[in-house]
Nanobody, 122 residues
Framework: QVQLVESGGGLVQPGDSRRLSCAASGRTFGDYDMGWYRQAPGKEREFVAGITLSSGRTYYADSVTGRFAISRNHATRSVYLQMYSLKPEDTAVYYC???????????????WGQGTQVTVSS
């Protein structure tokens, strides 16, 4: 079992940066690839970024490439999403998830967090 808890959301202005954190508990955290997703009001949840366990290879949605960066720290059992140059269209609830690629890329995960709200508005 893996429990995931996101934090770091809040209200930010366009152009600001923000870092989201996902803290994992459970003995098998190190067995999973990790991903970040988001769901905006009235829209389906979408893949944002992912990172593999073995090589640390990263994947990004086209809409965030060059602006967001995913990383993981095995020692602290955490996954991070560093967001730069935030736009109003980045407003959403952000979720982290544990699973494996390529399934994570299409939103199929073994474990999900509860989400953290990010609102980008002036």
């Amino acid at each position: 079992q893996v429990q995931l808890v996101e934090s770091g959301g809040g209200l930010v202005q366009p152009g600001d940066s923000r870092r989201l954190s996902c803290a994992a508990s459970g003995r098998t955290f190190g067995d999973y690839d990790m991903g970040w997703y988001r769901q905006a009001p009235g829209k389906e949840r979408e893949f944002v970024a992912g990172i593999t366990l073995s090589s640390g290879r990263t994947y990004y949605a086209d809409s965030v490439t060059g602006r967001f960066a995913i990383s993981r720290n095995h020692a602290t059992r955490s996954v991070y999403l560093q967001m730069y140059s935030l736009k109003p269209e980045d407003t959403a609830v952000y979720y982290c998830a544990a699973g494996s690629f390529p399934s994570l890329r299409i939103g199929v995960a073994d474990y999900w967090g509860q989400g953290t709200q990010v609102t980008v508005s002036s």
